[in-house]
């Protein structure tokens, strides 16, 4: 006789005890696209940019796999050659860092700021959030060249309203003893940050980072 009413009752418990059930998000995937400084070129495995910034992430209890899609050697063009197979379906936000090279080489700044312009529209049409990593040119190639090769980042940061850090190497010139602080954290190249240089990149970087991840939260 009251069977019907029983059966009514355990489905309303089982669809209320299904609504209450925790639902456990994924982790956040991120794909640093970038060049030599992002692959993590003359160290080992885990003193990389990529695996550094990761771990940094994780033990400030961010849920992300940071992906790297860093090439040594990648120009702006070779960047922007690769992203669409670098950005997979499971890609939830990307950082940019591409034109060390384009510098060293003297490439147009024109150029330079044309492929970063073609990379960052495919991730504005994917609704991918990015972080810029941005460089300083030295006064190798006259103050010309110098003037547009800085104004590329802050300005495509500005055409796409995204969040830049304005040098990759900005915290490493800000030592008080400059000089000896680069040659304290760089390889022997004078190019690429040793194990303690990307460290201390990634200490000042990485909460950017957190706040690109909290805009997806």
């Known amino acids: 006789m009251f069977r019907p009413f029983r059966n009514v009752t355990i489905a309303a418990i089982a669809a209320v005890a299904a609504f209450c059930t925790p639902v456990f998000a994924e982790k956040l995937t991120i794909v640093a696209l970038g060049d030599s400084l992002t ?3 003359g160290l080992p495995v885990e003193d990389g940019f990529v695996p550094q910034l990761q771990a940094w992430l994780v033990a400030r209890g961010q849920d992300v796999v940071v992906e790297n899609a860093g090439v040594s050697g990648d120009t ?6 690769r992203v669409d197979w670098s950005l997979t379906p499971e890609t939830d936000a990307m950082i ?9 080489r003297g490439i147009d700044p024109a150029n330079s700021a ?3 312009d073609k990379i ?3 991730a504005r049409d994917r609704q991918l959030p990015v972080l810029l990593v941005g460089l300083r040119a030295l006064n190798n190639y006259g103050p010309d060249f110098k003037q547009q090769f800085d104004a590329i980042y802050p300005d495509l940061a500005a055409k796409y309203g995204l969040p830049l850090y304005p040098d990759y190497f900005g915290t490493l010139k800000a030592e008080p003893d400059a000089p000896m602080a680069l040659a304290t954290y760089m390889q022997a190249d004078g190019i690429h940050p040793n194990a303690d240089g990307v460290a201390k990149v990634i200490a000042d ?3 950017h980072v957190i706040a690109l991840l909290e805009t997806l939260k």
């Open 76 to 81: 702006t063009a070779g960047g922007l050659s």
């Open 96 to 104: 940019v860092n591409l034109g060390g090279n384009d510098l060293l």
């Open 114 to 116: 044309a492929n970063l």
């Open 120 to 122: 960052l529209t495919i």
């Open 205 to 207: 970087l990485g909460p």
């Open 39 to 41: 692959q993590g070129y």
